[in-house]
């Protein structure tokens, strides 16, 4: 394992980022390899211009557009039903469930050696999605939980019996049932695999993707290596019961990826174990300096504590295939934590396939914690979230509106970044809003108008104008696979070409950097000449309202350029 310092190091300081994607030819099912393509603020062009003999950039065909958290309740069929109705169109994909723990497949110890599998609720998940098109199927593995149907038969109890402040969080299995977490891995695995053994009839594609616990680095998820003499815990403040985990070792997690990932590969040697997601926050969002980010990893306990249990995490590279990634801030902090990840990874001398989950469809503009808010005023924050959601407020027209097409110009940018940095896929959250309960009441990040709360779920599922942007970048992918980062010469001007891979016409998308722009203020604009290799083009902004198709213009180029003018919202100049 790397020294302690150096790992640190690499986690942390954004000088170490290595952000790049694939080869030509890469393979996105292994996406991360040969990362060589320059980072987003460096300003050096990948493949970029019209010039025939420049290479055709990185091939990000196969990046997953995917969705989270899909879910099935077998008493609440119909409405799971509608959530799934709400994507029909959204051209499939990938998906992936909350958490299905032990417990909700095998409620009951077995009887010897005999278990007794229930797949009544990741079976009916299946289905509906696949049904739905979204192929690419990824489940979240838990061992417990209490509220997530918790094998307690399997695991160990709560470190203090007068403590429930996190005792939803997973817990190791007991030694004496180790093995039978091993069987349930196994066995689900074999489940989905579609090698037709024991298989889940009319199981429509493989599910190959087993994500092992979430966010183990931290008590909110995680329990199995609390510290039950440990001081109480910054993650719940007032709390007495909580923990605090032993920096650097996580060995009751180890034990339990490394099982799942040999019970895995008993079952199917095409099964993807994923490490549970990791969560850098905000740390990387403003492009810090070295020193400012080993300031800020210093200045809170909770995030330093983390610092080491990501650190021992991502060394446990011979326990899991594949890492996902928490993206739960700005699309530009995702260039400093890939980076980051991906040097540790090369300390260790190895590469692995790197995802998004948690994929935020628009920033979260109304916590009020953090090193690089987006809105730094109270009263700014306070003020959109009351508009956003009182449908009565003075300002809601102005607010909600202005929301929503921020969720698309958000979730566009964030996908290319993702693509830049030759990332696999990127999981947007959420398929609806959902209850949060921490700092504001809820979570208002899905892509379609529905609420869901608990039995319940309210809206018609009407398509916002996040949903309709993602579709039309991944159509404009599908049609141009080769994607590569130009140099306008404005640091603040982010440009990607996409192109066909038998050299015709390009597509590019780009937009102006800036600051949060108030609801009620003109947007920035910069004049911006863009070099192609037609004689026109066609220009038209991503979708940012709602029902309405973005209206376009011809330009003729001059001089082999298209003069434009480009603001925050995301543009599609489609060469002819």
Known sequence: MMSENRGVALLFLAAAAACGGGGDDADQEDAGDDADSSTPDSGEPDGAGPDAGAPPGTDVSGFAFGIEYVEYFPALQELGQRVADAYDDFGGGAAKNTYLSWGTVEPGPPEGEVHDYRWTVPDGLVELWQSKGFSTITFVLGAAGSNRAAAFWGVESFPSEDCDANAGASRSPLPEHLEDYRDFVRAIVERYDGDGEDDMPGLGAPVRRFEIETEAQHLGFWQGDANPDGEPCPDFPGSECCRILPDGEMPAYAELLRA????????????????????????????????????????????????????????????YDEIELHLLDHYTGLVGIAGNVRGALEELGVDKPIWIGDSMSADAFFKSFGFALQIEEAQERNWLYEALTDEGHTDHGLVEPWYRAEQARYSVKTALVAMELGLGGAHYYG???????????????????????????????????????????RTAVADKPFLSRLDLGDADVWAYRLLPGDGGPATTVLWLESSYVAPAETPPSADVDLPVGSASAFVRPIPTERGIEPQGEQLDAEGGVIHLAVTPTPIFVEEQ
């Open 431 to 473: 398929v609806t809003d959902v209850p949060l309960f921490w700092e504001r009441d809820w979570q208002y990040q899905g892509l379609v108008d529905l609420e869901m709360g608990f039995g319940t779920i309210e809206g018609e599922g009407t398509p916002r104008p996040v949903y309709d942007a993602l579709r039309a970048l």
């Open 260 to 319: 799942a990932h040999s019970a895995a590969r008993e079952a199917s040697e095409d099964a993807i174990i994923i490490l549970a997601g990791l969560t850098f926050g905000d740390m990387f969002d403003d492009f810090p300096s070295d020193d400012v980010v080993e300031e800020r990893s210093s200045s809170m306990s909770l995030i330093e504590r983390q610092a080491h249990n990501i650190q021992y995490l991502v060394s446990l590279v011979d326990a």
